[in-house]
């Protein structure tokens, strides 16, 4: 029985980029789909898991259409998102540059240009956040926190009469 392999979503833009390597790139596939929410419930931890590497999970619910990520895809969105939004701002430069060295077409208004344009194209790729690594305690520290003796003598403490 051949298995299925999940289809690529791809980009608008399909055009290789000087800011960004060829290994670096990973293409999102779609994931499983729940049409309601009682169906994503009834999943549970098994559902989740079903979400591949670089995957998009689809929930529908009434409230609405929700895509699921795993945390390191997340984290990569996010930082192209905060890459994507720092080029405009560089290229709102680039462009503001550009528009007084044609007004003023001098030595010092052409450097500026150049600079400005340097700026964006000294960052050979974009990043990436890493995210956080879930907080997990070791065998020692388990055992040292169960061992506190600590008593807090409940049988003491007076109950609430309703």
């Known amino acids: 029985m051949a298995t299925q392999q999940p289809h690529p979503i791809h980009s608008t833009n399909q055009l290789s980029s000087g800011f960004v390597s060829e290994g670096a790139t990973h293409e999102l ?11 994503f419930r009834t999943a549970g931890n098994p559902g989740l898991e079903r979400i591949p590497l670089h995957g998009v999970a689809i929930l529908n619910c009434k409230a609405g259409s929700f895509r699921i990520l795993r945390d390191a895809d997340f984290q990569r969105v996010l930082g192209l998102a905060a890459d994507v939004s720092r080029l405009q701002r560089g290229l709102k430069v680039v462009i503001q540059a550009a528009r007084v060295a044609v007004k003023h077409p001098d030595e010092d208004h052409i450097k500026l240009l150049i ?48």
């Not at 388990?142 to 003796?149: K, W």
Request: aromatic share 6%.
């Open 29 to 39: 596939v779609v994931g499983p789909l729940w049409q309601s929410f009682e169906e």
């Open 115 to 162: 600079d400005s344009a340097s700026l964006i194209a000294e960052c050979p790729e974009l990043p990436q956040r890493e995210g956080h690594e879930a907080l997990r305690l070791t065998d020692q520290e388990v055992a040292e926190e169960a061992s506190d003796n600590f008593d807090a003598r409940t049988a003491e403490i007076p109950r609430p009469r309703w």
